[in-house]
């Protein structure tokens, strides 16, 4: 789509205007994303506690890929966010012994 | 830039032809994001342990926004990563009491 590739005068799309030796592309400015896409979105900053003297169980595993039902806890919800994005992310493993 | 608002014949950018009745909107397809841009690209699966015994703070704060130059543990970097996407997220905080 050529037609795209070049904004118009007085338009950026992220980069300086081409110069005659440089390949046009199209480029499209993208945000940086947020991380949580939905997790308790009233609270300023999510912060959650772990006071260890009451975990019960040997091990417990904690979200880090903000995708979890029952956040803080992970719920193995990273696997499908991984396959999805290409991503690497995993839990937080807290562990008694 | 209305020359970039219809798909050559052929191409599709997300969504069916348009409609006459339909406004024209420019879609791009944006991949659902990865969370971590950077940290040890390399592994599969990114997951770390606390054992609590070697523990030797009061509270120590673990990262979940994938922004910290001291991964896993948090270095304050979820701060500029919520003021630049808007986002809530902030760290696991372990404490031995
Ligand atoms: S569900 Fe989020 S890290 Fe497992
Ligand atoms: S630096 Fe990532 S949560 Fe604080």
Same mark, same amino acid.
């Given at each position: ?7 118009? #005068?007085?338009?950026? $799309?992220?980069?300086?205007? !081409?110069? #005659? ?5 199209? &480029?499209?400015? +993208?945000? #940086?994303? #947020?991380?949580?896409?939905? *997790?308790?979105? &009233?609270?300023?900053?999510? +912060? @959650?506690? +772990?006071? *260890? ?5 040997? %091990? &417990?595993? $904690? ?9 803080? !806890?992970? @719920? ?8 999805? &994005? ?6 937080? %493993?807290?562990?008694?012994?």
């Amino acid at each position: 789509m050529a037609s795209a590739r070049v904004a118009p #005068a007085g338009f950026s $799309y992220g980069r300086p205007p !081409l110069s #005659a030796s440089e390949k046009p592309r199209r &480029t499209v400015v +993208v945000r #940086a994303e #947020a991380v949580n896409p939905g *997790i308790r979105k &009233t609270e300023d900053k999510v +912060v @959650d506690s +772990v006071v *260890i003297t009451e975990l019960n169980k040997p %091990l &417990t595993a $904690y979200c880090r890929c903000w995708r979890s039902g029952t956040f803080p !806890l992970c @719920d193995g919800s990273h696997v499908k966010h991984n396959k999805a &994005t290409g991503d690497n992310v995993g839990p937080l %493993l807290v562990k008694k012994q």
